[in-house]
């Protein structure tokens, strides 16, 4: 069974940045489109970036210009790079599949931006 690992979050300062890595057990990125998604205590998990298994690449508004979705299929991995960090932008980040799969979900990894 695939299981996917968050990891690269902390604290930062408004305006800093950060790099989220997603390391699936086995590789599915060169089948599957991969999210990132974001969830705040008592709201509802969004999607922050996706890419297809193809590199095309799509972004929440409120992120667009900010954060970049990769994958390297090599290793497995999907990155989030998270540049000009605001404290709206303070979150657990998972990632899964898109569409997901339920149970797939990580524990995900906090930030936290504040000053």
């Known amino acids: 069974q695939v299981q996917l690992v968050e990891s690269g979050g902390g604290l930062v300062q408004p305006g800093g940045s950060l790099r989220l890595s997603c390391a699936a057990s086995?590789?599915?990125?060169?089948?599957?489109?991969m999210g990132w998604y974001r969830q705040a205590p008592g709201k509802q998990r969004e999607l922050v970036a996706a890419i297809t298994s193809g590199g095309s690449t799509n972004y929440a508004d409120s992120v667009k210009g900010r954060f970049t979705i990769s994958r390297d299929n090599a290793k497995n991995t999907v990155y989030l790079q998270m540049n000009s960090l605001k404290p709206e932008d303070t979150d657990v980040y998972y990632c899964n599949t898109r569409p997901v799969v339920a149970n797939l979900w990580g524990q995900g990894t906090q930030v936290t931006v504040s000053s």
């Open positions: 086995r590789s599915i990125f060169r089948v599957y489109a």
